[in-house]
């Protein structure tokens, strides 16, 4: 069962009210990327445990208004954030996130996306044209924010707080991730930005193993269809030489990581092929690019096949025909050249003002490489507007030439629509994708598995997805409890070990082997003040227990009782006695009672041992109304006799009888045996009965 609608807080409460079956229902948010593209952070809650994915900022927004919506949750409930790759949309606002609110749980990235992380947000502070008091987060927050980022290798299984988590390979950049979560046999796949399309140097992204039951998924180009690499490589070739080849020159406004790698790895290809071109300048325009390029070089285990063998040979990542450019003070702008420059999105920085420069010139082309998010000055020139504002307010034509080229490594529909159909999600979730694209690609999916029931969601910003889950509580019975399977109803008795949501059944003996846990046996021993008769003692438990042995046996003679085989009571001194039992609930009860008896009775002995006589006396008089009433049904005249004897009458014979010695005295020696034996078998069978 599944629902969508709007949340007015998800602000963890201090206590519950919910109705049984919300134990298991879970929750997911969009706190952005909902109908949208940028600042992706997805919230979700189950069985009380919480979870975000990704912590990005918008690019075409500056301030507080790039992150998603934090005010709509409580971060100091959220136990663990996953990071899946470093774009600024998806990892940008983490320095704010864990230094200037509450959160205090665990944040997940891989290993490159850590490395890079680093650099690009160091970047992204320094090309920031806002004002201080919009700035977010500086240098030292993202310098605090990497002690608190943990690393997790792909493949690897981590548990936190009994969610757990592991990840895919996502293709996209280095580094990016698939998250894959487990709260109590409940799965979610996440796949953040993901390709399943090999290209230079990344991997394709995986297909999990086995199908999640929700699949958060991007939904970035919709229903479009991406060209074929090698035609959309020719393209881009086609229009740099031409561009050039005719005194111009090329702006490529890139991610200083990611992307840009890509490109620089054709160019770099395509201008060892050409030597007319050789003395045409390539630059990566970064003030990270001698360090993004250390990174790369790093992590050239984590790329594919391809660059791997070339990296036996020589590396890749050493261009012959590009050269660094830290800002635009040190280029000569004198002639055709190609440069890539960050931001991508044209909003500021070095891109920005290279494209102020040249926008003007019929010659000179800027070729949009990726994927560009509405509101920036990038997606505005796609549709090829007739003037421009600069960055001094001044508006002036646009001649320049504008190409969208997307080596964008986001799933197109034919990989989206692959994707679910091998893994077969009975829900989806639509996120990180413009309204318009997301509408049209949830209608066709729609479509497609319209013989299967499959839900398909799309949720806005703040919009909840409610779902409900029936969670059974299963046990693995492992070790030597799994060595026979158990007949039909038969009892299988172990000790029920629960980590986080997962329980096992093992016997004590295999406890410290399948888990962290030994068992061990207390003893516990306490003495209490008591001077009175040992006897009184054992009289009062008599009353309350069953089962008050004295054992033949006592060590040193010592007066000893055992209460229900479980608490040893001994008299080892004439001022206090003592307890022994071996700690376990049932024995912490009776030792408890006992203590409470013998305190008792130490608050008035006196009426204790007046309550004993008067027990005693009630006891004796009971048995003889008893031996009086069964010889009365044996004999028939029975009456009482002088000194507490009874006198029986059968026939003319008449019998003396001592009920308490048990002697008979008789002339009739018949009658005398008859009685005699009456006498015994009635006192053996009073005898155990407490009266």
């Given at each position: 069962?599944?629902s969508?609608?709007?949340?007015?807080?998800?602000?963890r409460?201090?206590?519950?009210s919910?109705?049984s079956?919300?134990?298991?229902?879970?929750?997911?948010?969009?706190?952005?990327?909902?109908?949208?593209?940028g600042r992706?952070?997805?919230y979700?809650?189950?069985?009380?445990?919480?979870?975000?994915?990704?912590?990005?900022?918008?690019?075409?927004?500056s301030?507080?208004?790039?992150?998603?919506y934090?005010?709509?949750i409580?971060?100091?409930?959220i136990d663990v954030?996953?990071?899946t790759?470093?774009?600024?949309?998806?990892?940008?606002?983490?320095?704010?996130?864990?230094?200037?609110?509450?959160?205090?749980?665990?944040v997940?990235?891989?290993h490159?996306?850590?490395?890079?992380?680093?650099?690009?947000?160091?970047?992204?502070?320094?090309?920031?044209?806002?004002?201080?008091?919009?700035?977010?987060?500086?240098?030292?927050?993202?310098?605090?924010?990497?002690?608190k980022?943990?690393?997790?290798?792909?493949?690897?299984?981590?548990?936190?707080?009994?969610?757990r988590?592991?990840?895919?390979?996502?293709?996209?950049?280095?580094?990016?991730?698939?998250?894959?979560?487990?709260?109590?046999g409940?799965?979610?796949?996440?796949?953040?930005?993901?390709s399943?399309?090999?290209?230079?140097h990344?991997?394709?992204?995986?297909?999990p193993?086995?199908?999640?039951?929700?699949?958060?998924?991007?939904?970035?180009?919709?229903?479009?269809?991406?060209?074929?690499?090698?035609?959309r490589?020719k393209?881009?070739?086609?229009?740099?030489?031409?561009?050039?080849?005719?005194?111009?020159?090329?702006?490529?406004?890139?991610?200083?990581?990611?992307?840009?790698?890509?490109?620089?790895?054709?160019?770099?290809?395509?201008?060892?092929?050409?030597?007319?071109?050789?003395?045409?300048?390539?630059?990566y325009?970064?003030?990270l690019?001698?360090?993004?390029?250390?990174v790369?070089?790093?992590y050239?285990?984590?790329m594919?096949?391809?660059?791997?063998?070339?990296?036996?040979?020589?590396?890749?990542?050493?261009?012959?025909?590009?050269?660094?450019?830290?800002?635009?003070?040190?280029?000569?702008?004198?002639?055709?050249?190609?440069?890539?420059?960050?931001?991508?999105?044209?909003?500021?920085?070095?891109?920005?003002q290279?494209?102020?420069?040249?926008?003007q010139?019929?010659?000179?082309a800027?070729?949009?490489?990726?994927?560009?998010?509405?509101?920036?000055?990038?997606?505005?020139?796609?549709?090829?507007?007739k003037?421009?504002?600069?960055?001094n307010?001044?508006?002036?034509?646009?001649?320049?030439?504008?190409?969208y080229?997307?080596?964008?490594?986001?799933?197109d529909?034919?990989?989206?629509?692959?994707f679910?159909?091998?893994l077969?999600p009975?829900?989806?979730?639509?996120?990180?994708?413009?309204?318009?694209?997301?509408?049209?690609?949830?209608?066709?999916?729609?479509?497609?598995?319209?013989?299967?029931?499959?839900?398909?969601?799309?949720?806005?910003?703040?919009?909840?997805?409610?779902?409900?889950?029936?969670?059974?509580?299963?046990?693995?019975?492992?070790?030597?409890?799994?060595?026979?399977?158990?007949?039909?109803?038969?009892?299988?008795?172990?000790?029920?070990?629960?980590?986080g949501?997962?329980?096992q059944?093992?016997?004590?003996?295999?406890?410290p082997?399948?888990?962290?846990?030994?068992?061990?046996?207390?003893?516990q021993?306490?003495?209490?003040?008591?001077?009175?008769?040992?006897?009184?003692?054992?009289?009062?438990?008599?009353?309350?227990y069953?089962?008050v042995?004295?054992?033949?046996?006592?060590?040193?003679?010592?007066?000893t009782?055992?209460v229900h085989?479980?608490?040893?009571?001994?008299?080892?001194?004439?001022?206090y006695?003592?307890?022994?039992?071996s700690?376990?609930?049932?024995?912490?009860?009776?030792?408890?009672?006992?203590?409470?008896v013998?305190?008792?009775?130490n608050?008035?002995p006196?009426?204790?041992i007046?309550?004993?006589?008067r027990?005693?006396?009630?006891?004796?008089?009971?048995?003889?109304?008893?031996?009086?009433?069964?010889?009365?049904?044996?004999?028939?005249?029975?009456?009482?006799g002088?000194?507490?004897?009874?006198?029986?009458?059968v026939?003319?014979n008449?019998?003396?009888?001592d009920?308490?010695s048990g002697?008979?005295?008789?002339?009739?020696?018949?009658?005398?045996e008859?009685?005699?034996?009456?006498?015994?078998?009635?006192?053996?069978?009073?005898?155990?009965i407490?009266?």
């Amino acid at each position: 069962m599944a629902s969508t609608g709007a949340a007015p807080s998800l602000k963890r409460k201090d206590s519950f009210s919910a109705a049984s079956r919300e134990g298991d229902q879970l929750i997911i948010t969009p706190l952005g990327a909902g109908n949208e593209v940028g600042r992706s952070c997805v919230y979700m809650s189950y069985k009380n445990k919480t979870i975000l994915f990704d912590c990005g900022i918008h690019p075409a927004y500056s301030g507080m208004a790039a992150l998603p919506y934090f005010d709509e949750i409580d971060p100091s409930t959220i136990d663990v954030l996953l990071v899946t790759h470093f774009h600024l949309d998806h990892a940008a606002s983490l320095p704010y996130f864990l230094e200037k609110t509450t959160f205090k749980g665990k944040v997940f990235m891989t290993h490159a996306t850590k490395a890079i992380y680093r650099l690009l947000l160091s970047d992204y502070v320094k090309v920031s044209k806002v004002s201080v008091e919009d700035m977010l987060y500086d240098e030292g927050d993202i310098v605090r924010s990497m002690d608190k980022i943990e690393v997790i290798d792909f493949h690897q299984t981590v548990e936190v707080n009994g969610i757990r988590f592991w990840c895919y390979t996502a293709g996209h950049v280095l580094g990016a991730a698939m998250f894959m979560v487990d709260i109590a046999g409940l799965r979610v796949l996440y796949t953040g930005d993901y390709s399943r399309e090999e290209d230079r140097h990344l991997r394709a992204a995986e297909t999990p193993q086995f199908s999640p039951d929700i699949c958060i998924i991007e939904s970035t180009y919709g229903v479009q269809l991406h060209q074929p690499r090698t035609v959309r490589e020719k393209r881009f070739t086609d229009v740099v030489h031409n561009t050039v080849a005719s005194g111009g020159r090329v702006l490529i406004p890139a991610f200083a990581l990611g992307r840009a790698q890509e490109l620089l790895l054709i160019l770099d290809e395509y201008w060892s092929a050409h030597p007319e071109l050789h003395n045409i300048p390539i630059y990566y325009a970064s003030p990270l690019a001698k360090r993004c390029m250390a990174v790369y070089q790093t992590y050239i285990n984590a790329m594919n096949e391809r660059i791997r063998s070339q990296f036996e040979g020589s590396n890749p990542f050493d261009f012959k025909h590009i050269s660094p450019l830290k800002s635009i003070e040190n280029f000569e702008d004198v002639g055709p050249s190609v440069v890539m420059a960050s931001p991508s999105g044209l909003q500021s920085g070095l891109s920005r003002q290279l494209f102020d420069i040249w926008c003007q010139d019929k010659k000179n082309a800027c070729i949009i490489p990726g994927y560009v998010v509405e509101g920036t000055l990038a997606k505005t020139i796609i549709n090829e507007p007739k003037d421009v504002t600069l960055m001094n307010g001044l508006t002036v034509p646009l001649n320049m030439q504008v190409h969208y080229i997307s080596f964008s490594a986001h799933a197109d529909f034919a990989q989206t629509s692959a994707f679910l159909k091998e893994l077969m999600p009975p829900n989806i979730i639509l996120v990180h994708g413009e309204a318009n694209e997301m509408g049209r690609l949830k209608q066709k999916l729609i479509t497609q598995f319209s013989n299967q029931n499959v839900k398909i969601m799309s949720p806005k910003n703040c919009q909840t997805v409610e779902m409900y889950f029936n969670s059974e509580k299963m046990a693995k019975a492992i070790g030597r409890l799994a060595e026979k399977t158990p007949e039909v109803g038969e009892i299988v008795s172990g000790l029920l070990v629960k980590k986080g949501f997962t329980y096992q059944i093992m016997a004590p003996e295999d406890l410290p082997v399948f888990s962290q846990l030994s068992t061990g046996n207390i003893t516990q021993r306490i003495s209490i003040p008591y001077s009175g008769a040992f006897s009184v003692i054992k009289h009062r438990l008599l009353q309350i227990y069953e089962s008050v042995e004295s054992p033949d046996d006592a060590e040193d003679q010592v007066p000893t009782l055992i209460v229900h085989e479980r608490v040893t009571v001994k008299q080892e001194a004439s001022t206090y006695v003592t307890l022994l039992w071996s700690s376990d609930p049932m024995s912490d009860m009776v030792s408890d009672s006992v203590v409470a008896v013998i305190m008792n009775i130490n608050r008035d002995p006196s009426k204790a041992i007046a309550s004993e006589a008067r027990m005693k006396e009630e006891t004796e008089r009971t048995a003889e109304k008893v031996v009086s009433a069964l010889l009365v049904s044996l004999f028939g005249n029975v009456k009482a006799g002088e000194e507490g004897k009874m006198v029986v009458t059968v026939d003319g014979n008449v019998a003396h009888v001592d009920s308490k010695s048990g002697d008979v005295e008789c002339e009739n020696e018949g009658l005398k045996e008859r009685v005699r034996t009456a006498l015994r078998r009635i006192q053996s069978a009073i005898k155990p009965i407490p009266l």
